[in-house]
């Protein structure tokens, strides 16, 4: 059971917005502006998408914004297209018995 | 360009142990954190550690702590993540990644990965 809670799937057509959660708790996405966003396809490594909640690194375009609302943070991709599908794990800063870093479960993101 | 690169696949039987190498170029490899990350077969992604390439501290998840060790070559730029007493749930891709940000905690650059089978 992974410590930050995304839903296993999500989908949209392109062109369209989607918007992927992540949910923990005070000890870790609500206590810290410390969120990041990474995006996996089959077989490759995972490439960093937002860090620090909503800041893009050099690079990825400015269709993917994060934000945080509480001990939520999402991931919105908007315009979607093709090559966005794969999947997307969130992940924060803990202060918690593990006092490290937490991902989520991961979300598949099928553009239909 | 700024890459890291891992050592290759490997096998192990139960109980034994791997070191992984993770050699960086294209940056000051002190500037930055390596931590270590794994993924189980169509399973998600979970932290082991951190290591500072400037002083060495270090910072092990819970669950690995006892089992796990990392270190850093400066005169290489390679980083290393032994594991020890390996079980059939240790079988894993092992990444390296490059930590930035204001806690170390974002990773921008990562290994190709490797791919660890524990099997008898």
């Known amino acids: 059971q992974s410590a930050l809670t995304q839903p296993a799937s999500v989908s949209g057509s392109p062109g369209q917005s989607i918007t992927i959660s992540c949910t923990g708790t005070?000890?870790?996405?609500?206590?810290?502006?410390?969120v990041s966003w990474y995006q996996q396809h089959p077989g490759k490594a995972p490439k960093l998408m937002i860090y620090?909640?909503?800041n893009r690194p050099s690079g990825v375009p400015d269709r993917f914004s994060g934000s945080k609302s509480g001990n939520t943070a999402s991931l919105t991709i908007s315009g979607l297209q093709a090559e966005d599908e794969a999947d997307y794990y969130c992940?924060?800063?803990?202060?918690?018995?593990?006092?490290?870093?937490?991902f989520g479960g991961g979300t598949k993101l099928t553009v239909l | 360009q700024v890459q890291l690169v891992q050592s290759g696949a490997e096998v192990k039987k139960p109980g034994a142990s791997v070191k992984v190498s993770c050699k960086a170029s294209?940056?000051?490899?002190?500037?930055?954190?390596i931590s270590w990350v794994r993924q189980a077969p169509g399973q998600g992604l979970e932290w082991m550690g951190w290591?500072?390439?400037?002083?060495?501290?270090?910072n092990y998840a819970q669950k690995l702590q006892g089992r796990v060790t990392m270190t850093t070559d400066t005169s290489t730029s390679t980083a290393y993540m032994e594991l020890r007493s390996l079980r059939s749930d240790d079988t894993a891709v092992y990444y390296c990644?490059?930590?930035?940000?204001?806690?170390?905690?974002?990773?921008?650059?990562w290994g190709q990965g490797t791919m660890v089978t524990v099997s008898s």
């Open positions: 990644a490059r930590a930035m940000g204001i806690m170390e905690n974002a990773f921008d650059i």
């Open positions: 294209g940056y000051t490899f002190t500037s930055y954190g």
């Open positions: 290591i500072s390439a400037y002083n060495g501290n270090t």
């Open positions: 005070s000890s870790d996405v609500g206590g810290y502006n410390y």
């Open positions: 620090e909640v909503s």
């Open positions: 992940s924060s800063y803990t202060s918690s018995s593990t006092l490290g870093e937490v």
